[in-house]
């Protein structure tokens, strides 16, 4: 007698349940389904005074889970819009925007509200817009995780006392967490403010000019610090700046210009097999989903490209060169 289980007992799956398997399996995935924060063509209109401004104009940009990324670009380029919309706070005007695989896009106001709660965290400029001044370092800290709305059992308040010392520990801030904003320097403040932002676990951490009011060491302290959280943590953090420093200081940064991507240095860290290390970097410009590609402004300049270019195929290249027909 044979022991094998018929068809459509609870070992063996259904027709039905292997021809929807095999149809979910074959659906299209979203674009950026897997990474982190995935941008395709997101434009950002405001209305001021009956003018339009098209802050972001089609901007692509894609972030892996556990990446570590600045944003740079001339002031009015569109970063702060572009992290305001990553942070929930504002809503694109057409495009898709995910991060974490939640489209910003169709979230209702209760899911935005969780959303900034808990899949974001955010990092502000001014120091004192990161912090309640009349609470301490380690009551900031724990408020986010009361707001979640976690019930308030002894065991709730242990667990959120002990991710509050990880965290403050972590940032090296340990021994002043009874100390109130005012009594903290503005690099402490800002330790403690990522830590707030980190205090309720969040898929993304994201900075605009957290260096901005700081002087040049203390910048460097917590740009280590942001770096400390991607690498302990394997938090994805994404820092908007105009910090030059930055750059040498994060693999992968990504510029902005007139509200699109338009390239990004990648820097590689190699150790050769006598222990020296040895950085590369190199500049690469975006491609986008129907072939565009912005040159930088200085190779056309040099060699007085405008309006069209030739472009041949070769074996493993394209080569762009002057129109000749001019
Ligand atoms: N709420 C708003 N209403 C109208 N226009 C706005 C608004 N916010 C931004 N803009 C415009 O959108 C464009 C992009 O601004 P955004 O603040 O994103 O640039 P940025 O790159 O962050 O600049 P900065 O480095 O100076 O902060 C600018 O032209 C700006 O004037």
């Not at 020296?276 to 690469?284: D, G, K, L």
């Not at 300049?301 to 270019?309: E, F, I, P, S």
Request: aromatic letters at 4%.
């Amino acid at each position: 007698m044979s022991t094998e289980p018929m068809p459509g007992s609870a070992d063996v799956p259904s027709l039905q349940e292997l021809r929807s398997r095999a149809l979910a399996a074959a659906a299209p995935r979203p674009y950026g389904a897997d990474a982190a924060i995935a941008c395709d063509r997101v434009v950002k209109i405001f209305t001021a005074d009956r003018v339009e401004v098209q802050a972001l104009q089609g901007l692509d940009l894609t972030v892996d889970r556990g990446d570590l990324v600045a944003l740079v670009g001339a002031s009015g380029s569109g970063k702060s819009t572009l992290l305001n919309i990553l942070a929930g706070l504002d809503a694109p005007t057409a495009g898709s925007a995910r991060v974490d695989g939640r489209d910003l896009l169709a979230m209702s106001a209760k899911e935005r509200l969780r959303y900034r709660r808990e899949v974001v965290g955010f990092v502000w400029q001014q120091t004192a817009r990161n912090l309640m001044p009349f609470l301490t370092a380690e009551q900031n800290v724990a408020l986010p995780m009361q707001l979640r709305g976690e019930r308030s059992t002894p065991a709730a308040a242990r667990r959120r006392r002990q991710r509050t010392a990880e965290l403050l520990e972590a940032l090296d801030i340990g021994e002043l967490a009874r100390r109130r904003p005012a009594e903290l320097s503005g690099g402490q403040q800002q330790r403690v403010a990522i830590a707030v932002a980190l205090a309720n676990e969040p898929a993304v951490l994201l900075a605009d000019e957290p260096t901005g009011e700081l002087d040049t060491d203390t910048a460097a302290g917590i740009f280590d610090a942001f770096r400390t959280v991607n690498r302990e943590l394997a938090t994805t953090v994404v820092i908007v700046t105009h910090d030059p420093m930055v750059a040498g200081e994060v693999r992968r940064t990504v510029a902005i210009r007139d509200g699109r991507t338009s390239s990004e240095v990648l820097r590689r860290t190699r150790i050769d097999e006598h222990g020296t290390e040895t950085v590369s970097e190199r500049e690469y410009v975006m491609l986008d989903r129907t072939g565009r590609v912005q040159l930088p402004a200085a190779f056309l300049t040099a060699l007085g490209m405008q309006h069209r270019v030739a472009a041949d195929l070769a074996t493993d290249h394209i080569q762009l060169r002057p129109d000749d027909t001019a």
